[in-house]
């Protein structure tokens, strides 16, 4: 494991507390991090996220809903225009409709689907399906 890709940490963490049917995991907290979770909240992949002072930058405690199947961050954090998405969500998505990408845009950190509305382009961070 890397010790510096903190949210492919986080990712492969979650993934590992899902395959071994955890009800929750413990994890380092970032403000990338806590948006990356968010927006996988939102969109039913994991349930509630608690913050846990911890005297530094501070812990999350997330529970786990089972519904994960894989989720991981795309390295390198590729740039996209708002047409390309299309073309990475074909290469790491199953099929259409099905999973988010997480992207980073200057508007901040937001699905695919929503920078594509937005007519913004940006940075890939990560994917869940």
């Known amino acids: 494991m890397s010790l510096n890709d903190p949210l492919g940490n986080v990712l492969s963490h ?9 009800k929750e995991c413990t994890l ?3 403000k990338l991090i806590i948006k990356v979770l ?12 608690e913050k846990i002072d911890n005297g530094k930058s501070g812990l999350l405690n997330v529970k786990l809903i089972g519904s994960i ?15 390309d998405i ?9 099929s ?3 999973g988010i990408i997480i992207v980073s845009t200057s ?10 509305e937005l007519n913004l382009g940006g940075k890939l961070l990560s994917y869940v399906y």
């Open 86 to 94: 299309e073309k990475f969500e074909k290469r790491y998505l199953p």
């Open 14 to 22: 979650i993934h590992n507390s899902e395959k071994a049917s955890k």
């Open 38 to 49: 968010n927006i996988m909240k939102d969109n039913h992949y994991i349930g509630d996220i």
């Open 28 to 30: 380092p907290s970032s």
């Open 69 to 83: 199947n894989k989720c991981n961050v795309i390295k390198p954090r590729y740039p996209f225009k708002k047409n």
């Open 107 to 116: 508007k901040g950190v937001m699905t695919a689907e929503k920078a594509r």
């Open 96 to 98: 259409k409709g099905f």
